[in-house]
């Protein structure tokens, strides 16, 4: 296995960043990414971890603090640097100059100077076609080449320059050394084909496109187009729109070019990347109303200030040397940016949606995320197991969690609030066998193996989470794992996707789980493993005083080392008699059972996602007056008093109701189908808590 | 009395810099200095203090240091800024072109930050001609004027357009607010007639002037010239050189254009500082070979990469605008530049000179100056009270002195060290008449006023010094001190010049006290009040041992009150046999009286600097070997055993010996005449320690 070259992407959870972020993966680059977040959000990442299925580590650190951006450098081998990071709005800076010089230009001297420290010498900069300034004084130079005098006429396009300026004397200072790119964007529009990532300004837009966007979702009123007076096709201005995705596979290209140069050799060299086709403003417009299918209202106004006719790329240097031009028209670019816009009205940005840290520095990997806060009934996810660290109900906690991220990796894990996988419940002996060979996995349960035993799922940190609010009562958070096969005692990489969706209005929360493997069969039984305490507020040391019931009585033996014998019994215990519910008291009666949902059920197909939810248990505390009813698409569903809580609980301080496939199926002819995941299937899971109070 | 305006001078202590703030002081404004000393001494500030005989508050901060800086602000009420400090070496700048744009462009980011902060808004730029490039590949661009098209072409350049670039948004940004006055200079050369300050390149020098004047002074082996085939006079480039005097005064005339201008209106302009005559490296190479009367040897050499024809000033915008045009030509400058070349053949770098902090912090102001540092003879001065902190013969301490300067200013006071003024020794119950006029000091001793009462110059900072290593084994440092009558008891502002000189080949240290009044009348008396100790290895609590003799037995007589009863009286005990000394012991004998050099002597001459040092008295220690001669030119001294020394020293831990004017000599009409210092007269007098061991 080769090691993957590593680039540090600063500014890589912005807009160009995070588009270049999955061509470098795509191309077998790992990443790291630097962003001080002042004009961008860390959801971006976290949906790049999904969207990549990589981890990609990430540090808040602005540029200006040496000591924090050296330990990026002291903790990752990095091989290249692709430097987006910098202030851009080109009208504040022309209010706030000192602060834009500041920020970009020493943002990168530092940059450069602890890749001088640490020998790391390929740097794509993020330049801009800015510092052409206006080309049109010249004769001749539209289409604009790389030779074009340079310009700028405003403080952005100057620390542009500045830097670019830089990057040529610190190769002219060590030619043997430095390989620098120089990509002088055009106009970047749209967004990924995905509709994960795309462009999120903060306030009003500065661009075309975005400020179109908004006009289309109803954030904004109209577009004013300035000026239609100029000696163009429709008398609107001629720009280079250039699609995202394309911009972004151009710092590939680069990358890959100074990558090829021999190890003596230097170099510092300017590409435009634009796709030497000009759009009017008008004809964008009418792309933008093609794709969305809306008539945008628009108004035309006055030339606006240092706007010239015409601004378009010569691209020839990139498409000769980097072997790089576009693909992607504009209507592709008003397309994708359509569908980010309508499935991210509000970007990143949304409300009802918070985050901690759940370890002592801002980790972002070791996040709390808290969907529907704010409002009456709110869920709070840790990246750690996907786990359910909180859950209130009008302002009350009815689940036990830790503050920390650390608490949760506690030897003697009781899996409080963990998605459990890949093997929820016993397996006996921790022995099965598939596909011809025997697996034999670590005892961690008196004679068996446990919820997956070593490796279990609420140890391992989740990629993501996309977070989102499709409708207004509506917030979902999905993470991912790829849980590999060197990583685990089962066979087969797995990849598997927890998405919650939280309803404020009904106070049900969803927890779906699916899941695939590409090559190799592996057992598989998912569960969430939430204690609840209704009553917390009042007697959050103890369940005592909830009533609950269970629906079914049908319920899997088990012999004395709770293995199943393969009878089905029935429960002659009060909380079986569904006219009324069992007391719970301080000492018992004590649970932990195995019930069928429905004994007539064929419980062996894989995927029960498309199952209708079926009530499982219901439980009610008269105290609190919180009602809880757990539903589930789930075969099974075990019930536990939590008579054995441990790792900072008491017992009995929560109960659990963990659907899932029967218990120690994998060693059952007869339910072994429902727990066995094939390449080409899918697994699915489905689990609602709802709540009334 | 109006208010004078403050100016903050950044790098005030380099070349440029220091003869700026010399103008500024003539010109009636107040300065402050910031200087991070990377390539300049504290020294020339020092020496300024002298030359302006205004004390120069001064920080060693760099200007990337944002809070170093910011207390600068808090404690001044600064009215502008001149802004010099930058790194400016061309050839360095191409090899770390990152630490020049980090230095160069976040320091100047730093400081208009703060000035924005602290609304400080009238700033003038040290720009450089270095901006135009090669101005000689446009047509008709030479001599260069403002609106030539600029185009650096190295790094320092690149620096110091960018901060111009800066300068022009930061104005277009609040154009009510900003005075900008951008100065480009061309080839400054010369010195400060006083021969004071100067240039003082460390390393090789990369100019022209300053490289054959360390030819000229042996520093260097020969000039080389690069290139005589050009198309000029004599085929070697024609450059635009101004005298640093003329371009300091640009500075003053540009910042009183900007004071001129309304308040509610900006600036921000560009003006080259400039001759407008172009001079041949040849016709320089011939002034400065004039100038000093030695054929510097030089060598041709092929021309220099980078290296144009011509690079001459259009100074006319000056000329218009500033009322500003160059006053002093090539040949002037030459001779300036001689004049600082051999006073200071190693500029302000001396072998054998060191400095310390007197206080906790790195106070320039309560500095601890050595002089001989490294050598058998050494001798240690403050600036506070130009006291004589310590003083070593062969390694060993002979002094008492403290370690930090504010030991020097406790309440009860032994004057340890002190220079006393301004009128050491009693004044009978502090009383005295002057030009019909009665004074009374502020009794300080018994009955009577003693060393100046309070206002003593021990407790004064002195400004300063100048240190010199005129000759090979001759150091010296020089302080002043401006005594203005309001700070004084005594009538007159005077001023005061101390100068130490050291010898380390004979071990002789002479103190040399001069003064002047420009108004009115004084009284003066002064002297150095070190107590010394020859056995401080051994026996550092007591002068015991100390074999001391007196060369003159005639002694005023005093009454109870320490007050001379006008008569002579021989005094009868053992020391006054000049054939054997008189051993000092742990008790006694203890002295305290004032003695006559010689009592024939006519002593009513104010000026005894001219006057033969006689002998007064001898002192040696058995144990160290140690022998003290104390000569002055004065007509008395006091010796005192030190019984009643304190302020952290036992009794008879020294012995001083203080030359001066007869005690009380100013109530007396006999010896009156010594001590009264009129205007047009020079107080003089002298004190020599001279060791042998």
């Known amino acids: 296995m080769t090691t993957q070259k590593r680039v540090l992407v600063t ?54 603090d040496h000591d924090g951006l050296e330990k990026v450098f002291q903790e990752h081998n990095i091989d290249s640097v692709i430097h987006f990071a910098g202030l851009k709005a080109v009208g504040e800076s022309t209010q706030i100059p000192l602060t834009y010089y500041h920020n970009n230009i020493l943002g990168t001297l530092v940059l450069l100077e602890l ?144 990558d090829a140069i021999d190890q003596k050799t230097g170099i510092c060299r300017e590409w435009n990347l634009g796709s030497g086709t000009g759009s009017t403003v008008l004809e964008v417009y009418r792309a933008f109303c093609d794709a969305s299918g809306i008539e945008i209202p628009y108004e035309i106004t006055g030339r606006r200030a240092g706007d010239v006719l015409n601004l378009t790329a010569k691209p020839d240097r990139a498409t000769k040397e980097l072997k790089w031009k576009t693909e992607l028209d504009v209507s592709i670019a008003c397309k994708d940016l359509w569908k980010w816009a309508t499935e991210n009205p509000f970007g990143y940005q949304l409300n009802g949606i918070s985050a901690t840290f759940g370890t002592d520095e801002e980790e972002f990997d070791g996040r709390f995320v808290t969907i529907g806060s704010g409002s009456r009934f709110q869920a709070t996810i840790a990246n750690l197991g996907a786990t359910l660290v909180d859950l209130k109900v009008d302002g009350q906690s009815v689940v036990l969690g830790y503050e920390k991220e650390s608490q949760y990796l506690t030897p003697d894990t009781c899996y409080i609030g963990a998605t459990i996988g890949r093997y929820a419940n016993r397996i006996a002996h921790g022995k099965f066998a598939l596909n011809g060979k025997d697996y034999q996995l670590t005892i961690n349960n008196g004679v068996n193996a446990n919820h997956g035993s070593i490796g279990s799922f609420h140890a391992k940190r989740f990629l993501g989470p996309i977070l989102k609010n499709p409708t207004k009562d509506t917030f979902t958070a999905e993470y991912a794992l790829i849980d590999n096969s060197e990583d685990s005692e089962f066979p087969g990489s797995l990849q598997v996707i927890v998405n919650y969706t939280l309803n404020v209005a009904t106070k049900t929360l969803d927890i779906e789980y699916t899941a695939q493997v590409e090559v190799e069969a592996t057992p598989i039984n998912m569960t969430n493993h939430t204690y609840f305490n209704l009553n917390k507020l009042y007697g959050s040391d103890s369940i005592a005083g909830t009533e609950i019931k269970v629906i079914s009585n049908k319920s899997i033996d088990v012999d004395e080392n709770v293995i199943p014998t393969g009878k089905i ?87 659990a109701v963990e659907p899932g496939r029967y218990v120690n199926a994998i060693n059952q002819d007869k339910y072994k189908g429902s727990v066995i995941l094939k390449p080409g299937e899918t697994f699915g899971a489905k689990i609602q808590y709802k709540f009334s109070a």
Not at 623 to 633: A, M, R, W, Y
């Open 115 to 258: 890749m001088q420290k640490y020998h790391v010498e390929k740097f794509v900069f993020s330049s801009s076609a800015t510092v052409y300034g206006d080309a049109t004084r010249f004769p001749d130079m539209i289409p604009i080449p790389e030779e074009c005098p340079l310009g700028p006429t405003n403080p952005y396009g100057q620390t542009k320059l500045g830097i670019e300026n830089i990057l040529r004397d610190l190769y002219n200072s060590q030619k043997d050394i430095w390989k620098v790119a120089i990509l002088r964007y055009f106009n970047p529009i749209g967004a990924h084909p995905s509709g994960l990532i795309g462009e999120d300004p903060l306030g009003i837009p500065n661009n075309l496109l975005p400020y179109m966007a908004q006009v289309a979702v109803g954030r904004r009123e109209k577009l004013y187009v300035f000026g239609n007076d100029y000696d163009s096709r429709d008398g609107t201005p001629i720009r280079d729109y250039i699609h995202v995705v394309d911009l972004a596979k151009g710092h590939i290209a680069s990358l890959k070019y100074l």
């Open 11 to 64: 500014g890589g959870a912005g807009y160009i960043g995070s588009h270049t972020v999955v061509e470098l993966i795509e191309n077998g680059y790992e990443c790291v990414i630097v962003d001080n977040l002042c004009n961008s959000s860390y959801d971006s990442v976290a949906r790049l971890e999904i969207l990549t299925k990589h981890h990609i580590p990430f540090y808040k650190v602005d540029l200006c």
């Open 569 to 655: 019994v029935d429960r002659e215990i009060a909380t079986f008699d569904d006219s009324k519910p069992t007391v719970l008291g301080k000492e018992g009666p004590d649970y932990d059972y195995n019930f069928f949902v429905d004994a007539t059920a064929t419980p062996n197909q894989i995927d029960t996602r498309g199952n209708e939810l079926k009530l499982v248990t219901t439980a009610y505390h008269p105290e609190s007056n919180i009602k809880l009813e757990v539903s589930s698409t789930e075969p099974s569903y075990q019930v536990y008093t939590g008579d054995w809580l441990c790792a900072g609980f008491h017992p009995r301080q929560g109960f």
